[in-house]
């Protein structure tokens, strides 16, 4: 049977599942909160090369990672440390170790360009960057445009003195002793990035109350099978990485509460996916719409391998109920046998606010859910702002514990997205169903998803704007069968400029990190659609026909 929210104002929703309790707790302590009770058990894995550490290992390493930080390296509490580094359980030792030392988080896309890296991290101020071998140029690269600069540790490395390198071993092995701050649960721990609903990504505020209550808001006994689980030796698959939220609090630290396993790979291989699916045996699966359709229509994923999952969870960009079937078939099992789980979620709101019961009518297979606790949400209309009744589609705004803070050093930005009473503009056009189910309909934000991961439009103007051949340029995103969504170029040119297509996918491909490069092609105009106020008119673009692009 479902639940339907009561309604506090007319179509002012707030959630079926009543109220947390927003409490005092930091985020690590919180997610440790019970680890002695499975001590012994494996606690995170990396899926490449086996490497593993039990729940007290990996709390003691956390432990002294902290006094490494603060005692060795003289990281301050509000001081902010990087992180490039991949799905690796040495990421749980350092995000855990950084936040217990009371230091503030932001985390990088290992494979972005040194570019990318330096833009984030001086942004916010980092004093310190924890990397693995591969990405050491990019870290050393970057640090030297960091003020106040204070060391690189080096995750399977040694330490090298004179670079200012400490090796994350030694770190731990040497028994550095400091005073830890008493953490205040409003405090800052973690700086993502987000592009949020227009402009360049911005730093998100998350504060350890919003990241302890979204996991608590999860955790509610209708989500998943919480309780009844906790601490039977659930084994968690994921991809989605440890360095985007829904990695980090959606899949990490919601797991690591309950005391499973968490076997994780750095880069997604098919083989190696399909080699942990075998070795481990997962009974869950996090995923994003890509993997699941990998899952569901890649031949060499052979439904003996999926016998393991109970619960497949999908979220991070719109699937289609065309592939969610798809993979029920490929199991051969109905929704009741598998739980097929979607969520919905935004950096901005740490990120979780819509998820789908871990019962539920079949009819509602394409909804993304319902409110989360202590969660409120109203549906408005584009043209006149009014809140909107069901089956009505409107931008899709929500209240609730797990809304950032605010973005870092822009005032502007945060008003814009959250309003004077507190309400989270997010950009994405939904509508909900009498039963207070949610649907996912569009998109009127900037944002491109490409594989869940965030393209910002804006990033990718800018630099073929610095073109001297460039008068304007637009970016939007095409849809694409695996993909999602790719981004896609229209680029105007100056009077007797010249500019190949490959050029301009060069460009890009030269700068930015592989899912911004345009795969979606680049086409040349005599001018970018734009309205009065001279802003980009995006669906004009989206559904301009045009040849196809050659290369
Ligand atoms: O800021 P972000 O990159 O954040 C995310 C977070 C996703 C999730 C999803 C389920 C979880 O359980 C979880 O822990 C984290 O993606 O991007 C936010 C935007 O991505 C789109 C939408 O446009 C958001 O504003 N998006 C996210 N989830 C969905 C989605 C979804 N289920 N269906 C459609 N679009």
Same mark, same amino acid.
């Given at each position: 049977?479902?639940?339907?929210?009561?309604?506090?104002?007319?179509?002012?929703?707030?959630?079926?599942?009543?109220?947390? /309790?927003?409490? &005092?707790?930091?985020?690590?302590?919180?997610?440790?909160?019970?680890?002695?009770?499975? /001590?012994?058990?494996?606690?995170?894995?990396?899926?490449?090369?086996?490497?593993?550490?039990?729940?007290? @290992? @990996?709390?003691?390493?956390?432990?002294?990672?902290?006094?490494?930080?603060?005692?060795?390296?003289? %990281?301050?509490?509000?001081?902010?440390?990087?992180?490039?580094?991949?799905?690796?359980?040495?990421?749980?030792?350092?995000?855990?170790?950084?936040?217990?030392?009371?230091?503030?988080?932001?985390?990088?896309?290992?494979?972005?360009?040194?570019?990318?890296?330096?833009?984030?991290?001086? !942004?916010?101020?980092?004093?310190?960057?924890?990397?693995?071998?591969?990405?050491?140029?990019?870290a050393m690269e970057v640090s030297k445009s960091l003020k106040d600069y204070k060391g690189t540790i080096w995750v399977g490395g040694e330490d090298d003195k004179t670079k200012g390198i400490h090796g994350l071993r030694s770190l731990l092995m040497a028994g550095h002793?400091?005073?830890?701050?008493? %953490? &205040?649960?409003?405090?800052?721990?973690?700086?993502?990035? /987000? /592009?949020?609903?227009?402009?360049?990504?911005?730093? +998100?505020? %998350?504060?350890?109350? &919003?990241? +302890?209550?979204?996991?608590?808001?999860?955790?509610?006994?209708?989500?998943?099978?919480?309780?009844?689980?906790?601490?039977?030796? !659930?084994?968690? %698959?994921?991809?989605?990485?440890f360095f985007h939220i829904y990695g980090f609090n959606g899949v990490l630290n919601y797991n690591l509460v309950l005391g499973y396993h968490i076997v994780s790979l750095p880069k997604f291989t098919p083989e190696d996916y399909i080699k942990c699916l075998i070795e481990y045996k997962p009974t869950t699966l996090f995923v994003v719409p890509s993997l699941l359709t990998f899952l569901a229509t890649h031949p060499s994923v052979k439904k003996e391998y999926l016998e393991s999952v109970e619960t497949i969870m999908v979220g991070a960009a719109p699937t289609t109920d065309s592939m969610l079937e798809k993979f029920l078939l490929k199991v051969g099992k109905t929704k009741d046998q598998i739980k097929l789980l979607q969520g919905y979620g935004m950096t901005e709101s740490s990120p979780v606010t819509l998820l789908t019961p871990y019962i539920y009518p079949y009819d509602k297979i394409g909804s993304i859910g319902q409110l989360v606790p202590s969660t409120q949400a109203r549906v408005i209309s584009l043209t006149t702002g009014d809140s909107l009744g069901p089956h009505e589609s409107g931008e899709i705004l929500f209240k609730g514990p797990q809304v950032m803070k605010g973005y870092w050093n822009n005032e502007k930005a945060t008003k814009e997205t959250v309003d004077n009473e507190g309400w989270l503009h997010t950009g994405d056009v939904a509508y909900y169903d009498k039963d207070h189910y949610f649907y996912i309909v569009d998109r009127t934000k900037e944002l491109i998803k490409v594989k869940g991961n965030q393209v910002s439009p804006t990033e990718i103007e800018n630099i073929i704007m610095e073109r001297p051949e460039v008068a304007d340029v637009a970016v939007v995103g095409m849809p694409d069968a695996l993909a999602g969504e790719v981004p896609k170029a229209f680029v105007v040119l100056k009077p007797n400029h010249k500019l190949t297509d490959k050029q301009v996918y060069d460009i890009i491909a030269q700068k930015l990190v592989k899912y911004k490069h345009l795969e979606g092609g680049v086409a040349f105009l005599d001018a970018i659609p734009r309205n009065a106020a001279g802003k980009i008119m995006r669906n004009e673009l989206k559904l301009k026909r045009f040849p196809p692009i050659r290369h």
């Open positions: 049977a479902t639940q339907t929210a009561p309604v506090l104002e007319p179509n002012h929703l707030v959630s079926p599942y009543g109220e947390i /309790s927003v409490g &005092n707790e930091n985020l690590t302590d919180h997610v440790f909160k019970d680890f002695e009770e499975w /001590s012994d058990s494996p606690c995170v894995t990396c899926g490449a090369s086996g490497r593993s550490y039990e729940y007290g @290992m @990996m709390r003691l390493m956390i432990e002294r990672c902290s006094t490494a930080l603060a005692g060795h390296l003289k %990281l301050k509490p509000g001081e902010t440390i990087g992180l490039i580094l991949p799905n690796l359980p040495e990421f749980v030792v350092l995000i855990h170790g950084a936040m217990k030392a009371g230091l503030v988080v932001t985390f990088a896309n290992p494979l972005y360009t040194s570019d990318e890296v330096r833009r984030q991290f001086t !942004d916010c101020n980092v004093k310190a960057i924890a990397t693995i071998e591969m990405f050491m140029p990019v002793e400091a005073d830890l701050p008493k %953490l &205040n649960a409003d405090d800052v721990c973690l700086i993502p990035y /987000s /592009s949020g609903t227009t402009g360049l990504p911005k730093g +998100v505020m %998350l504060t350890h109350k &919003n990241l +302890v209550s979204n996991i608590k808001q999860v955790q509610t006994p209708k989500f998943m099978k919480y309780e009844s689980a906790k601490g039977k030796g !659930d084994v968690i %698959l994921t991809v989605p990485p």
